[in-house]
């Protein structure tokens, strides 16, 4: 009992919530990445799909997606298994529809991408990879236009938008696994240059490579 009690305030200084269950009805669609749930008690909840991003609205293929979750959950009973709230007070969370996980269809379907920053489910990458190889959705797009959404909203703010480097995401699985994506590191939490390069090639930490040069954190790699 002492210690479930230490859990519980431990949670609560440290930000991390318990996983819940929600159902309802999705009654609004915002962008590709994010849906209104007026839950059974007429609550209406703002969800924001968790470990995958979908191009901004004034992205090409922005519309697209947001027209791609739409087919997959609008108007229809969906249940979020949620997994804590965003700094706007969204529930984030993964979404299923009769059985369908929409945050990871719309990867298959390449309307998103998977969140490298916040990514805690190392099959999107596979499923990502695949849409990729197939020029599913987004991936048809020419290269100059496969902007990942955080360099994209980054790039309109600094006035400048990188394209994403699509190399191949699994190439060495077995040496990758190891580190994780979540949370994000800065050099100094690097404990080697092989971590500080995974984070930056699979999880698309840039703050890692400020001088853009492809090389992370140039005190510990050569």
Same mark, same amino acid.
Request: hydrophobic share 35%; proline share 4%.
């Given at each position: 009992?002492? &210690?479930a009690?230490?859990?519980?305030?431990? !949670?609560?200084?440290?930000?991390f919530? +318990? !996983?819940?269950?929600?159902?309802?009805?999705v009654?609004?669609?915002?962008?590709?990445d994010?849906l209104?749930?007026?839950?059974?008690?007429?609550?209406?909840?703002?969800?924001?799909?968790?470990?995958?991003?979908?191009?901004?609205?004034?992205?090409?293929?922005?519309?697209? !997606?947001?027209? !791609? +979750?739409?087919?997959?959950?609008?108007? #229809?009973?969906?249940?979020?298994?949620?997994?804590?709230?965003?700094?706007?007070? &969204?529930?984030?969370? &993964?979404?299923? @529809?009769?059985? @369908?996980? @929409?945050?990871?269809? +719309? @990867?298959?379907?390449?309307?998103?991408?998977?969140?490298?920053?916040?990514?805690?489910?190392? *099959?999107? +990458?596979?499923?990502?990879?695949?849409? &990729?190889?197939?020029?599913?959705?987004?991936?048809? /797009?020419?290269?100059?236009?496969?902007?990942?959404?955080?360099?994209?909203?980054?790039?309109?703010?600094?006035?400048?938008?990188?394209p994403?480097?699509?190399?191949?995401?699994?190439?060495?699985?077995s040496k990758?696994?190891?580190?994780?994506?979540?949370?994000? #590191?800065?050099?100094?939490?690097?404990?080697s240059?092989?971590?500080?390069?995974?984070? /930056?090639?699979?999880?698309?930490?840039?703050?890692?490579?400020?001088?853009?040069?492809?090389?992370?954190?140039? *005190?510990?790699?050569?």
């Amino acid at each position: 009992m002492f &210690r479930a009690v230490l859990f519980l305030l431990a !949670a609560a200084f440290t930000g991390f919530s +318990l !996983a819940e269950t929600l159902t309802g009805k999705v009654v609004a669609i915002a962008d590709g990445d994010t849906l209104t749930l007026l839950t059974e008690s007429k609550q209406q909840l703002k969800i924001r799909l968790a470990e995958i991003d979908t191009p901004e609205r004034a992205q090409p293929y922005g519309t697209r !997606a947001r027209q !791609a +979750l739409s087919e997959l959950a609008f108007g #229809k009973r969906t249940t979020i298994e949620s997994q804590e709230k965003d700094r706007y007070g &969204r529930i984030v969370g &993964r979404v299923f @529809v009769d059985g @369908v996980d @929409v945050n990871k269809e +719309l @990867v298959r379907r390449g309307a998103a991408w998977v969140y490298r920053q916040y990514n805690r489910d190392r *099959s999107l +990458l596979a499923v990502e990879d695949e849409a &990729r190889k197939a020029k599913r959705g987004l991936w048809a /797009l020419p290269e100059a236009e496969r902007v990942a959404p955080w360099d994209w909203r980054k790039g309109i703010k600094t006035g400048v938008v990188s394209p994403y480097n699509a190399a191949p995401l699994l190439a060495d699985a077995s040496k990758s696994a190891k580190y994780s994506c979540s949370p994000r #590191k800065t050099c100094g939490q690097m404990t080697s240059c092989e971590e500080a390069r995974f984070h /930056l090639k699979q999880c698309g930490n840039r703050r890692l490579d400020r001088d853009n040069d492809g090389i992370p954190c140039e *005190s510990i790699c050569p």
